[in-house]
């Protein structure tokens, strides 16, 4: 079957009216586009569970900050619908801005209704460099959430912190939704997908893998049984590129988002860093 592309939003409620008279489970996988295998891994997962899957394609305006790419992130509309329909996709949801926010509207907290999570898990991590960024994710999940009204909904983990975020959103406005988090996928050589992975020239693509490095030397060194995270943080320097420009690298409980001074069991470990003008995130989970 052809994978439905609907661009309004009571177009997208009338598919899930029938959806729900037949009693179908829905899953739905939030993007943002210019998808690559780790969306993939996403969908896969949606099919093995779910009746039916949602695809939404939105870059979402009100996550980023005004020096941020939001202009040129990477758009391929019509490559995201093949790969959705070469994974047996039911529908992509591509709305554009003023069909999810409404015409005329000022995309700020001045103009818009805004879901702001807690402080204590956005003023860290990627939301201490990115005022603002989570709560247009939450917004714009909590409005996809509403308007695909999904029994599970598929995160990657390597938005850990977003992971985080979400789920305690569900739990904390009593959504009935379950959030299914799926693993990083890497390529070959280590580095973690990302669609912004494309800006990256091949020196600063080489640069890039010392932080997917740097994970696997905590790691082992996790299972050595060092848990100081001063000894580990100071390794995980020592191991990356001296040309990355390094924003952070956090050591929280994945239980409870606070930072640690020894690491546990389901320890987040967590490295953002600009390799050229390029930021990436990387995590593992200890």
């Not at 009216?17 to 993939?40: F, R």
């Not at 739990?171 to 990256?200: F, H, M, Q």
């Not at 740097?214 to 060092?226: H, P, T």
């Not at 990355?244 to 930072?259: S, V």
């Amino acid at each position: 079957m052809k994978v439905q592309l609907l661009n309004k939003i009571l177009e997208v409620k009338e598919q899930i009216k029938d959806w729900k008279k037949e009693n179908y489970t829905i899953g739905l996988v939030p993007t943002m586009g210019a998808l690559h295998a780790g969306h993939a891994s996403l969908i896969k997962k949606a099919k093995e569970i779910s009746d039916k899957v949602v695809v939404s394609v939105f870059v979402n305006p009100i996550q980023f900050g005004p020096s941020e790419d939001f202009n040129k992130y990477p758009r391929k509309i019509d490559s995201d619908v093949e790969i959705c329909e070469s994974l047996g996709v039911d529908v992509v949801f591509n709305p554009a801005a003023e069909e999810m926010y409404g015409k005329n509207k000022n995309l700020s907290n001045n103009d818009l209704t805004f879901v702001c999570p807690p402080y204590n898990y956005v003023d860290c991590l990627c939301g201490k460099a990115r005022p603002g960024h989570f709560d247009g994710v939450a917004t714009v999940v909590l409005k996809l959430f509403n308007i695909v009204r999904p029994d599970y909904a598929f995160f990657g983990q390597k938005d850990a912190q977003q992971l985080f975020i979400l789920k305690n959103m569900v739990k904390d406005l009593n959504l009935d939704i379950t959030i299914v988090p799926c693993p990083i996928v890497r390529e070959e050589d280590g580095l973690a997908l990302s669609s912004r992975n494309v800006y990256l020239s091949m020196e600063e693509r080489k640069n890039a893998l010392s932080i997917s490095k740097a994970l696997r030397e905590i790691k082992k060194l996790y299972n050595d049984g060092i848990i100081d995270v001063k000894i580990l943080f100071d390794t995980a320097v020592s191991v990356l590129d001296k040309h990355l420009e390094l924003d952070y690298i956090e050591f929280r409980d994945f239980e409870t988002f606070q930072p640690l001074k020894e690491v546990r069991e389901n320890t987040l470990v967590a490295i953002a860093a600009k390799s050229g003008t390029t930021r990436l995130i990387d995590n593992e989970i200890l």
